[in-house]
């Protein structure tokens, strides 16, 4: 079960499909071993980048249950349960904690109003999903703003073990949580930063406890952690930097998933890049610069490993 | 089936809840029949209004054949299947027309950019409907706008039916899609209002061929149509402006579904006016307001009657 | 100067203008007149309905500076001057307060992420206004939403006298409000309704003072308060509800101050409906409904005066 | 006078502002001639990165005057004239090509509603301008999407001579534009990209002439045109990774000027790095943020240099 202790790089998987359109649970296995190759602490299925909207509830407890026998206990698994009502939030939350799952993540529902009405809301499905529970902070998809102030009132209940910030800017909100936690006024809690990796560093020098994102190459995610963790912040920033032309080319919004998929079946993590129908197309000329960064990459670190 | 011959009065239903949030079944019925007697020609079940989002598919499904068996074939019934993925879509709108719907209708999903990404969107949709096809203009929900000349591409399809006429304002548009249609342009569809009932006379006098909406008095909804059809426009504006206290109450974003509920139950209609969370609530002054306006409605009625 | 005192109907004025599109001075005059002359207890210019985010400086002053010579003290003007920057925000209240106005008007501005930042914003607001104040609560205009918790912390600044509550649905939160000052929890503020008129006796049941809106009809508005203030709720609905289909035409988004100026110039007040460009036009087809409702009411108030 | 083969790197310029918030002319006068002497194409004034809805038209004509005066011809210098009404368009394009701006840059309005709409708008917006005209695609600020079609028909009017792609993604609009220019179904224009240079390799390899954008160091930007035009892409590539960690902290929403003026005061470009409220503040951890990644650049460009 997912505690406040909780740290590292959990990686945000995206569900994998078949040409037709079905569940590719080969693939599914396979990137089940990669990202826990790759130094994965965690993982987080059903999310956004998982296409969650666009899969039944069936298909939906059918991955879920996919990735956790592979994981075997493993490493921690975070379920997504956000939707537009409680029975289907209970459903799925409900369903994953029996199968296996070690916490569910939720963002508040768009278009609530008002600072109280968003906490209000949250109290509630802590209560619907009652178990380790994630906050998101996502406001880009949800229209949401949550200060530093609301998060410390949310901690208050001991289900919250985690924050996944995702703010965009977020850095100074990262900062005074971790203020008003110094000061007493809300317990410590997990917090993992976002925004598709772009602000790795940063989110761990103000005190971020790791990250949980979906860039298709987790371990350099993993990698900069431990830098950051031994203080080396500069050899982090250089192995980081490498990977920002692709980070900023992958976190293009609508795009950013096909481009994911294309660079993970490129890696030969997923077997298809296949995207649920309604989506986007990545262009040709979308992929031949993504075969380029992927090379100057790939060169990149060979001369900085040697 | 559906076609484009429809006319008069769909009936918008919400769903029945029990006070523990299980569906009301005997609710469902009772609901059923009175919509058929207050003369609906058709309903319409698991729109926005019906709180689809919040039903998982299994209790859409029972939802729709409990409806359906009710009705036994004396109203054509349409399903709402909007959903963020086509998977759902076909699920719903194909489970729903196996069980006895007479058609399927559809928004574009929110967050569609440009006029042909709309057009393609719904293209796609009727291909995964398959079946007669109800076109929901309702940007107030989707941000979508739909113009008239998109309105005549979509209806080139010759599944498209009808148009579900939910802008606000609207009526020009609707006058230009009757002009684009008598210019040949594009074919004749049943075209039914909206907008919580706010502005029936206009839209039958611009061309509507009735309404689709969930006004919990749809026997008035009925007589204005008829008032309308038989050219006497003062008579019919008379009606309804008895009733436009109330539909400008029950039109409020947010807190409408919570007053329409409460009034059906207050009519014998449903047994409880339960929504489900998360959801508003209705304050003890709304109710007041209310109970008042349906004091004045009843007395005018009696006058006008009389 | 505007106070805490202040009550009755507060009549939002266009800006009239030539054919050409320069300001309509003697419109003006007329129009300031007319309004008098319904009984307005004050007058609210350069509101969004005053097309003010369409006049260069230089007009709004002069504009200001005309109807200021016009009223010559009779009732009290507020200004709005709602603006991206606090340096134009000065320049229009100090510049029109100088003129003579009686209180300023001023919304959160659009973007503003989070009660606190709201709140802050409207202290910074009332600083740079430094005069009788205004809070405009429009939330389907700026996106931002003002609890009643947030409004008292406001009122607890001595300049903000007044909230114009424009919130849709909006009764609950002025309940909530009226609720608080009875609690002592914040100062008494003067409190006029708005949304085009559509709520107005339930706004008075409320706890309202009157209503600051833009109806072309002013005068009923004016008699509604009288009435209701003279318990005479029935009298006071059955004279409101004359007017609703046509204040259900006039609040269509958009094209609502096309309407209102149609109203006015045939009623003989301003001489051209002329409205700046970019602007929506109205059709032949809602003139004609705008004439009709416009003579059934004329003929209903006969009724009703006899 | 800006023409359609205008290139190059037009720098976006902040308007300098004085500790008390008045305009700081001597900084206009610095940065003026630093933007040259970067190597800089154009100028671009009065956008949204200049806070020009937070100046006074007073004010902002001034500035216009100071940097034309400045400049004296040595490049061409584009105005934004973006406004709510076509009053205030016309009183900036106007001003300020009698001052002698080379162009009037504008954007279609917030809330236009489907593709004819925003043609319709741009159309309007030529007219009110009537000189050489440079359209803004920034739909993350106006909510406003234009397609290549849409592109194509108002490229129809030879006053339009610059395309500024700011689109997040846009890069498959570039090549489509590109394309159906090719196709003989449009005249080439100018195309410069944005997005704060995060893309800018890309941009010119789709068939960009150039940037604007207002990125702190505009002589990169200028040296990576140059090294593309060169066919050098894997160097513009090198130096352009360099920055990205700048930039991508400088793109940040709302934060980006305070960061991009403290880069410029920093760099001795301009004296203050005030920005107009209300507005973001920087906090020190930001400070500190963007010190370490300046030191890094200035290391790291060294070595490249070396």
């Known amino acids: 079960m997912l505690d406040r202790s909780a740290k590292g790089v959990f990686v945000i998987a995206p569900t994998p499909f078949l040409p037709g359109g079905a569940l590719d649970l ?16 965690g993982m987080t299925i059903l999310g956004v980048m998982g296409e969650a909207p666009k899969l039944t509830e069936a298909e939906s407890l059918t991955f879920v249950d996919r990735v956790l026998k592979r ?4 490493i921690p698994v975070v379920v997504g349960a956000s939707a537009p009502g409680f029975a289907q939030m209970k459903a ?18 768009p278009g609530l109003k008002g600072d109280e009405a968003v906490v209000s809301y949250i109290a509630q499905a802590m209560d619907v999903v009652d178990g380790p529970f994630v906050l998101q902070d996502y406001p880009q998809l949800t229209g949401i703003t949550m200060t530093a102030a609301m998060i410390a009132r949310m901690a208050q209940d001991q289900r919250m073990v985690m924050l996944k910030a995702e703010d965009w800017p977020g850095l100074d909100k990262l900062t005074a949580v971790r203020k008003l936690e110094a000061e007493g006024k809300m317990p410590r809690v997990a917090i993992l930063g976002g925004v598709g990796g772009q602000f790795l560093p940063e989110e761990l020098a103000r005190g971020a406890d790791g990250i949980m994102t979906g860039y298709a190459y987790p371990e350099m995610l993993v990698k900069v952690c431990q830098l950051m963790g031994a203080g080396r912040r500069d050899a982090a920033q250089d192995l980081f930097d490498l990977h920002l032309p692709l980070i900023r080319t992958e976190v293009q919004p609508g795009l950013g998933l096909a481009i994911r998929k294309y660079v993970l079946k490129k890696r030969g993590i997923i077997a298809h ?10 262009s040709a000329e979308t992929a031949g610069e993504v075969d380029y960064l992927m090379g100057r990459l790939e060169r990149a670190e060979a001369r900085l490993a040697a």
Not at 71 to 74: A, D, H, L, P
Not at 93 to 103: E, I, K, N, P, V
């Open 26 to 41: 080969d693939s599914t296995d396979r990137m089940t071993d990669a990202f826990i190759a790759a130094g994965a602490s």
């Open 71 to 74: 994981v075997k206990g493993r």
């Open 273 to 282: 890049d296949v995207l649920r129908a309604p989506g986007p197309k990545m």
């Open 92 to 109: 799925i939350s409900r369903g994953s904690m029996d199968l296996g799952a070690a916490g569910i993540m939720v963002s508040p529902a």
